[in-house]
Structure formats: C-alpha cells, structure tokens
C-alpha cells in the first residue's frame, strides 16, 4: 500500500522558518512524475503550493510563496521538503504532500496532512 506521510509541522512566529517532509512507503517517489505540497486553510479551497517534478527536479511555486519557500527532493532517502520561510500568519493551513503519475498534475496519492500555524 502506497503511502504518504508529512512531518515538521508546528507552531513558529511571523518571520520564521519551518521544513516539511514528505515520505513515500511502499512506492519510490522516482516512479511518480510530481510531487507537490498543496494547502487549506479554515474555511477555505485547497490550494497548490509548489511542486517539482522528480525528473529534472524542475520546480514551480504559487506567487504568494514565490521567493519565500522551496521545495526539494531526496532521491537516496525518497524524501521531499518544503523549507519555510519568512513565514506569515496567512501561511497558516493544513499541508498536504501529494504525488502524480502524469504531467497533467492528476494527483492521485495524498498524505495525510499537517498543521502549520504562524502567530503573528
């Protein structure tokens, strides 16, 4: 069975830092396309984040965390990240790894998500 599994979430101040990472068991990330962090906030659409493409490790960002955050891959220890920073109150969410077997971004694996909360 195939899982994903976040972990680094957690409370920081406005202006901190905070690295996610997202594991993959029984399936290396190698054989997806796409790996990507999407997030949700209260009351609120889920919404893209970033991703990188495990080939390549091309990599493309929502605007709003466009210079502030960076996704990266592992391939020895089938690891992907997401380091935070620069953090602000409206990154708040819930963040969700995600990975996709096609270049149409049909993610179709998720993690079960973490809490990242800023105070301000």
């Known amino acids: 069975q195939v899982q994903l599994v976040e972990s680094g979430g957690g409370l920081v101040q406005a202006g901190g830092s905070l690295r996610l990472s997202c594991a993959a068991s029984g399936r290396t990330f190698s054989s997806y396309v796409m790996v990507a962090w999407f997030r949700q906030a209260p009351g609120k659409e889920r919404e893209f984040v970033a991703r990188?493409?495990?080939?390549?490790?091309?990599?493309y960002y929502e605007d709003s965390v466009e210079g502030r955050f960076t996704i990266s891959r592992d391939n020895a220890k089938n690891m992907v990240y997401l380091q935070m920073n620069s953090l602000k109150p409206e990154d708040t969410s819930v963040y969700y790894c995600?990975?996709?077997?096609?270049?149409?971004?049909?993610?179709?694996?998720w993690g079960q998500g973490i809490q990242v909360t800023v105070s301000s």
């Open positions: 995600a990975a996709a077997t096609n270049s149409r971004g049909d993610y179709d694996i």
């Open positions: 990188i493409r495990w080939s390549g490790g091309n990599t």
